[in-house]
């Protein structure tokens, strides 16, 4: 079994999730934050998630205030900038860092697998990863690739 499928995180909501209920599944994992200038990716995002959702992407937000405090708000902050000014549907997460000694687990394992210009670490909000129906990370995207520049690789993905 992949190192992915055993990490958990809570929901935006505080619910814990299991990462193992995404198995079987292309996974696009994304930090994100709503004050950010490409937080208008969400859009692009959600446009992803409604083309591919039915042949198995889902795509995981994890909001973080890491860089430049852009993720200010609590959870109902964020789900209100993310589903009323960006309609997302796509499961979003309780904030965590992506950086650091208090990383969560699975961005450690993320940037580990995948490092990036700045070697085992994150340079900015809307890092994507995304990992394989198998639990195997496959690239990483950085901050300004565009989500729809991404729907060749994820078709790809979907129809192997």
């Known amino acids: 079994m992949s190192p992915f499928y055993t990490f958990s995180a809570q929901s935006l909501n505080g619910t814990p999730v299991a990462l193992s209920d995404f198995s079987g599944k292309l996974v696009l994992v994304v930090n994100t934050a709503s004050k950010c200038g490409f937080t208008p990716q969400y859009a692009g995002l959600e446009a992803l998630y409604k083309e591919f959702a039915d042949?198995?992407?889902v795509i995981?937000?994890?909001p973080c205030n890491q860089f430049g405090k852009q993720e200010p708000?609590?959870?109902e902050q964020i789900?209100?900038?993310c589903q009323i000014n960006y309609g997302v549907t796509f499961?979003?997460?309780a904030k965590v860092d992506v950086n650091g000694a208090d990383a969560h687990p699975l961005f450690k394992w993320l940037t580990a697998e995948l490092p990036g210009w700045l070697g085992?670490?994150?340079k900015w909000n809307f890092t994507k990863f995304l990992i394989g129906s198998d639990g195997k990370p496959i690239k990483r995207f950085a901050s300004i690739t565009k989500p729809e520049n991404?729907?060749?690789l994820i078709r790809q993905q979907l129809q192997s």
């Open 55 to 57: 042949d198995g992407l």
């Open 60 to 62: 995981l937000g994890f």
């Open 73 to 75: 708000g609590d959870a």
């Open 79 to 81: 789900a209100q900038t």
């Open 91 to 93: 499961p979003m997460f």
């Open 120 to 122: 085992q670490s994150i």
């Open 150 to 152: 991404m729907a060749g």
